[in-house]
């Protein structure tokens, strides 16, 4: 229930922001300085003064007190020089329609068609890693990257309660990050075939690294201008965005490596050290880390669940960043000075997901909200995900040497010591179950309220969400079910039409409105 705004004494905690802002437009300055700058449009979002003074971290006292010593002060020209600028304002939406269309062609649609292959042909093998790679590489960047920049150049400005630095500049790095990615995939994904475009691919490569570089600066000099101190769920966003650089620059190292070894026998060597220490730190460091700060926010601000506490949250950034790095060199280590370094990288995944466990606890996920709507669904869902993902990677020397010698031990896996199916499955279950899911549902709640629309009175995404979580969980399942059976091929070769087809119900939703 909102208060009815009728006047001076009617301005309370649940006058709705657009009813206060058609009777009192010249108290617009006083919501623009808190950060809503042009959010919703005219009127503003379908919000309460409430939330509004939550999701911007105001005193809800303070504000009330600021628009009642406001309310008889009609200055319209303090309205006008209040304007946001238009292309801050909207910055959000090419980068989010860009990331739906990666993600329906290069990036989802394009996994989904490989894995059609894989299930047809019984064989992990059978496609090429350059395909599988350009899809990898398109979703790290197309789908998550650019989803991550246009949120920051949008919500990071509003929530330090100021203005987005150079913003003309940064919508140059969508095009920068496009042409990056549409070079890098599009030259790999044709590779095998075509070796001169190796050149082209090198290139995108360059452009992602100083679109993402360029971005970096325009985040920090945006924070420098506020003279507003660091958060402590900023951390985790700086630490992600220092990952994103310097898995940029690695891919970009990697990929030249791979793509000009001299023989199978140096590239095999060459993937097998090198590329899945690039996947922990895309995954975990750039965007696990770029979702716990966001959400550290998000839970408590936007839903009313219960605050985390600051001295928790910086003492598990400090761990899970020292597992990161751990994981990464122990696998380096373990590749090139004997088995024995396996130590350090189960004990970093060790590490993780404890820490993991510890941190979210306190946020008691949960408990009912204060803010329900079609987005929570999704955002605990993720969370799920993720556990679901690490209680795998813990579990992966169980899995490898005794349940796969006992019930399957003339499988390859078995063979190798190492099965591809099952590590594929813990990657597909953080990267589509917690990454995309985020994602997913974030967008629903935020695009809707920035277009002035009632969150509630919209669809619920309901088929989005069954899809792509039954696409998630049967990839899972019977990707690992492929170590035993052959049948487990052909049903996890459906799973990535099903998360195709959700992800495209949420994206046509998104886009209309």
């Known amino acids: 229930m909102s208060d009815t705004f009728d006047g001076r004494q009617a301005i309370g905690p649940r006058t709705l922001i657009p009813d206060l802002l058609r009777s009192a437009p010249h108290l617009r300055p006083i919501l623009d300085r808190y950060g809503l700058r042009g959010c919703g449009g005219e009127h503003g979002p379908m919000e309460s003064l409430d939330f509004f003074a939550r999701a911007h971290e105001v005193p809800l006292r303070q504000l009330l007190s600021e628009l009642k010593q406001a309310m008889d002060t009609a200055d319209t020209s303090a309205t006008r020089a209040s304007s946001p600028d238009t292309i801050a304002d909207t910055i959000y939406l090419p980068f989010f329609k860009s990331g739906i269309v990666v993600v ?107 679109a993402i570089c360029i971005f970096v600066w325009l985040i920090w000099k945006t924070l420098n201008a506020s003279g507003k101190p660091l958060a402590f769920y900023d951390y985790y966003i700086f630490s992600a965005l220092g990952w994103f650089v310097i898995q940029a620059v690695y891919e970009a190292v990697y990929f030249m490596n791979a793509a000009t070894a001299p023989s199978r026998d140096i590239l095999l060597a060459l993937v097998s050290t090198w590329q899945a220490p690039l996947r922990d730190l895309q995954i975990h460091g750039f965007a696990m880390l770029m979702i716990l700060g966001v959400s550290q926010r998000l839970f408590h601000n936007f839903y009313g669940l219960p605050a985390p506490q600051p001295w928790r949250s910086l003492i598990v950034l400090i761990l899970l960043n020292i597992a990161i790095a751990g994981e990464a060199t122990g696998v380096v280590l373990m590749r090139t000075n004997g088995h024995a370094w396996a130590a350090l990288w189960y004990g970093a995944i060790v590490l993780m997901a404890f820490s993991l466990a510890y941190l979210v606890w306190g946020w008691r996920l949960h408990n009912r909200s204060e803010e329900s709507d079609r987005s929570l669904k999704f955002l605990r869902m993720a969370y799920i995900w993720l556990f679901i993902s690490m209680a795998m990677s813990v579990l992966l020397p169980v899995y490898q040497f005794v349940l796969l010698r006992a019930w399957a031990p003339d499988s390859q896996a078995a063979q190798i010591g190492f099965s591809h199916a099952y590590y594929g499955a813990i990657r597909h279950a953080i990267t589509v179950g917690f990454i995309s899911l985020m994602i997913v549902g974030v967008a629903a709640k935020v695009v809707p309220t920035l277009k002035g629309l009632d969150v509630r009175r919209l669809p619920g995404l309901w088929a989005s969400f069954v899809l792509l979580n039954l696409g998630c969980a049967t990839r899972v399942g019977f990707q690992i079910l492929t170590d035993f059976h052959d049948m487990g091929f052909a049903i996890a070769g459906i799973s990535g039409l099903l998360e195709v087809l959700g992800l495209a119900i949420w994206g046509l939703h998104l886009w209309r409105i």
């Not at 989802?108 to 890693?129: D, N």
């Not at 990056?180 to 790999?188: C, E, L, N, P």
Request: aromatic content about 12%; glycine content about 10%; overall charge positive.
């Open 104 to 210: 329906l062609t290069l990036g989802a649609a394009w996994g989904a068609y490989l894995l059609l292959r894989i299930a047809f042909l019984k064989s992990f093998t059978a496609v090429s890693l350059n395909e599988v790679n350009a899809h990898g590489h398109a979703q790290i960047f197309g789908w998550v990257g650019l989803f991550v920049m246009g949120f920051a150049y949008q919500a990071f400005p509003r929530s330090k309660h100021t203005s987005l630095a150079h913003p003309r500049i940064a919508l140059a790095t969508l095009w920068i990050m496009l042409a990056g990615i549409i070079a890098r995939s599009g030259a790999q994904a044709f590779l095998d075939s075509r070796p001169y475009l190796l050149p082209v691919g090198m290139a995108g490569s360059c452009l992602e690294i100083a």
